[in-house]
Nanobody, 124 residues
Framework: QVQLVESGGGLVQPGGSLRLSCETS????????IGWFRQAPGKEREGISC????????DYSNSVKGRFTISRDSIKNTVFLQMIGLKPEDSAVYYC?????????????????WGQGTQVTVSS
């Protein structure tokens, strides 16, 4: 089992930056991939990025490619999502999740464990 705790959300102006953190704990973490998802009110949950903890392989959705960067600190068991050039449409609750099937994905149904989420609001 994997536990995940997100942090780093907040209010930021358009064009600004934020770095989200996902602290993970559990056994055999190296076999997992950690994904970032977001959900805005009235919208479906959207997968935006994923990193495989074992080899660092990454994937991004087209909506954030070039603006968001996912990374990991293997010692601290923490995954980061660096976001730049934020837009109002990036406002959402951001979740991290863990998938133990060995691949990388931005599809929510591929993930087994979820954090509680952190709110990101982009507004002037």
């Amino acid at each position: 089992q994997v536990q995940l705790v997100e942090s780093g959300g907040g209010l930021v102006q358009p064009g600004g930056s934020l770095r989200l953190s996902c602290e993970t704990s559990g056994s055999n973490l190296v076999s997992y991939a950690i994904g970032w998802f977001r959900q805005a009110p009235g919208k479906e949950r959207e997968g935006i990025s994923c990193i495989r903890l074992g080899d660092g392989a990454v994937d991004y959705s087209n909506s954030v490619k070039g603006r968001f960067t996912i990374s990991r600190d293997s010692i601290k068991n923490t995954v980061f999502l660096q976001m730049i050039g934020l837009k109002p449409e990036d406002s959402a609750v951001y979740y991290c999740a863990a998938a133990g099937w060995g691949g990388i994905s931005v599809v929510a149904s591929d993930f087994d464990y979820w954090g509680q989420g952190t709110q990101v609001t982009v507004s002037s």
